[in-house]
């Protein structure tokens, strides 16, 4: 039976050439049971696979391992599951954005979107671009890179600096929208700086 879940790949900074090891293994399995995930059978050579219920502990994991240097691609769709090895749209999708080869955590804009609030404001988010990841039409896709550990990263995002991620994938500007776009703006950032709910209404045509 098929089942809406997140799957995350991941290699490891070392040579392609080096197979896995007995300890990066363990320590993959160790992080992922953690957050409630469940390390799958039959990942390819020099990758480790895992999937998740929820897409929120799979996006800790990620953005954890890139800190380190790893390679992620992070998926939430249907995969099928039978002991322990897992296949499907999901399982394709993440595997296809890990191959894209791109520091950081690749993901669709869906996750990312969702996952905002546990985005380092002291990131940096490269646009890859529109791919084809499940054969149901092209998804754009970003790349998040979390400043790594050794350059005194942190896992945690900072409170209210996840806000500014939106805006970064966000569409081009709207037409004529730039004077609304901008007090939007302005409230957003004022939310995150004093720590608090604020609300804006717009009103109007939609325009184009």
């Known amino acids: 039976m098929s089942e809406h879940l997140t ?16 300890s990066e293994a363990a320590t993959f399995a160790t992080v992922v ?6 390390v799958t059978v039959g990942a390819r ?11 929120f502990e799979a996006a800790r994991v990620a953005l954890g391992l890139a800190q380190a240097g790893c390679r992620v691609g992070l998926y939430r769709g249907d995969a099928t599951g039978r ?11 993440a595997r296809a954005l890990h191959a894209l080869g791109t520091e950081g955590v690749a993901l669709p804009a869906g996750v990312a979107g969702a ?5 380092p404001a002291q990131g940096r988010l490269d646009d890859l671009g529109s791919h084809a990841l499940t054969g149901r039409g092209p998804e754009r896709a970003f790349a998040v890179c979390p400043p ?4 005194g990263g942190t896992d945690a995002a900072t409170p209210g600096g996840h806000l500014s991620w939106p805006w970064r994938w966000a569409p081009p500007s709207l037409v004529g929208r730039d004077d609304t776009l901008a007090a939007l703006r302005l ?3 004022a939310a995150g700086e004093e720590a608090r709910c604020r609300l804006a209404v ?7």
């Open 7 to 22: 799957v995350l790949v991941a290699s490891l900074p070392v040579p392609p050439e080096r197979a896995r090891t007995a």
């Open 33 to 38: 049971r953690r957050q409630g995930g469940e």
């Open 45 to 55: 050579p020099g990758t480790h696979e895992a999937v998740f219920d929820g897409v």
């Open 83 to 93: 002991a322990g090895r897992y296949e499907g749209p999901a399982v394709d999708a």
């Open 115 to 119: 996952v905002g609030s546990l985005l």
């Open 148 to 151: 790594s550990s050794e350059a």
């Open 187 to 189: 409230e957003w950032e």
């Open 202 to 208: 717009l009103s109007g045509e939609a325009g184009i």
